[in-house]
């Protein structure tokens, strides 16, 4: 099955610094790689995702990138906020049903 | 803005206990999942639900769990003999389409088992 590893696994930046979270994965069948955020006591909420037929894709402060050959993909944040400290997760679908998740990086922005 | 909502959001029990954790997901979506994340772990696949049959399902998914559809809105997760290393939370999600479409989790059912 797949296999998606992440790191690191707690991150802590300045305000207004950049933070880069990277993971990798194992099943090359792969094809569509979201990014979650989860605060506190609450599920898991998609903040951007990206699909195998492109490499690079941005929304405001958010960027992913993906390297099919290297099977690795990334998380950018700039500008970093206080708002933006929580629990990020990747994932990997091999599959039509089914996410494979990461094991998650606590990100802490300092004031 | 539509959401998936989960009751309880916090269930104990004592081991060897039944079990059921309660979704609502959004109304036009299709398909339904559980996924379980343990305290410190990874969130973890536990099953995939449309048309009324499980679609996939997890080796953590064994005889002593099962999945419904009672009627057009819930989608319940049952445990039927819970053990002490099922304490996780329980996330409900759902989405629209499948072939990656976008998952919609809920906020989570924390089950405690003593």
């Known amino acids: 099955g797949e296999n998606v590893e992440q790191h690191p696994s707690t991150l802590s930046v300045q305000e207004g610094d950049s933070a880069v979270i990277k993971c990798t994965y194992s099943d090359s069948a792969s094809n569509y790689f979201p990014w979650y955020k989860q605060e506190l006591g609450k599920g898991p909420q998609l903040i951007i995702d990206i699909r195998s037929n492109v490499g690079e894709k941005k929304d405001q402060r958010i960027a992913v990138t993906l390297n099919k050959t290297a099977k690795h993909f990334s998380l950018h944040i700039t500008e970093t906020q206080p708002e933006d400290s929580a629990v990020y997760f990747c994932a990997a679908d091999a599959n039509d049903y089914k996410l494979s998740f990461g094991a998650g990086t606590t990100v802490t922005v300092r004031a | 803005e539509p959401e998936v909502t989960q009751t309880p959001s916090h269930q104990v029990t004592q081991m060897g206990q039944e079990v059921i954790l309660r979704c609502v997901p959004i109304s036009n979506h299709l398909y339904f999942y559980w996924y379980r994340q343990i305290l410190g772990q990874k969130v973890e696949f536990l099953v995939s639900f449309y048309n009324n049959e499980i679609s996939e399902k997890s080796e953590i998914f064994d005889d002593q769990f099962s999945v419904e559809r009672p009627d057009g809105s819930n989608f319940t997760l049952k445990i039927r003999s819970t053990k002490l290393e099922d304490s996780a939370m329980y996330f409900c999600?759902?989405?629209?389409?499948?072939?990656?479409?976008?998952?919609?989790f809920g906020e989570g059912s924390r089950l405690t088992v003593l």
């Open positions: 999600a759902s989405s629209e389409v499948t072939d990656s479409g976008e998952l919609f």
